[in-house]
């Protein structure tokens, strides 16, 4: 099973529509929890942290299930700059230093 | 905004050769990172740097590799005999002491060509 797995996508939407993103991870033992976004040829970029309350920063949601080891992402109202390929990112369960990257899932929100 | 720099922004080698990649981190900053990303693939973790010692390193990692912080504001890494396989975009991230450390800002990295 890879460490952090994600739906490669892409996921095709209209502006405006609402769009989800999951990744689930495989040791149970990792403490910490982001959405990066990374655009075409460019450098990651951290979007959000996730906390297990879940947490919400503007137009994005972020969800926890440290039962299930799930981690979401809601869009709402997206828009043409919202387009990228978004990150699921989880530390290392024995260090926090090292950070596990999912391989993302593209995002194209079109006009 | 404050940003990590890195130069340089591309470099082609022969393979054999060694390479130097340098960064700027965030002036604050506490730790310091190394990842790169394959054209395709995801961004891997080679290493993290905290009080001037490697903290971690992946398997990735090896003998060919090594990081420096020689005066302070700069952070280094060297190949000392670049491989085909080496051929990467290799992106320096720092992260402060009050943020958690998986809260990382990243340079526009440094593409490595190998031929």
């Known amino acids: 099973r890879k460490e952090v797995e994600q739906d490669p996508g892409p996921f095709n939407v209209p502006e405006g529509a609402t769009v989800a993103f999951n990744c689930t991870y495989s040791?149970?033992?990792?403490?910490?929890f982001f959405w990066y976004r990374q655009d075409c040829r460019k450098e990651p970029k951290l979007l959000m942290s996730v906390y297990s309350s879940g947490n919400e920063d503007g137009r994005f949601t972020a969800q926890l299930n440290r039962a299930s080891q799930y981690i979401s992402l809601l869009i709402r109202d997206s828009k043409l700059s919202d387009s990228a390929t978004y990150l699921c990112?989880?530390?290392?369960?024995?260090?926090?230093?090292?950070?596990?990257f999912g391989s993302g899932t593209r995002l194209l929100v079109r006009p | 905004e404050p940003e990590v720099t890195q130069t340089p922004s591309h470099q082609v080698t022969q393979m054999g050769q060694e390479v130097i990649l340098r960064c700027v981190p965030i002036s604050n900053h506490l730790y310091f990172y190394w990842y790169r990303q394959i054209l395709g693939q995801k961004v891997e973790f080679l290493v993290s740097f905290y009080n001037n010692e490697i903290s971690e390193k992946s398997e990735i990692f090896d003998d060919q590799f090594s990081v420096e912080r020689p005066d302070g504001s700069n952070f280094t890494l060297k190949i000392r005999s670049t491989k085909l396989e080496d051929s990467a975009m290799y992106f320096c991230a720092s992260s402060g002491g009050d943020l958690s450390p998986g809260e990382l800002f990243f340079g526009e990295g440094s593409r490595l060509t190998v031929l």
């Open positions: 040791n149970s033992a990792s403490q910490s």
């Open positions: 990112v989880v530390n290392g369960a024995d260090s926090s230093y090292k950070l596990i």
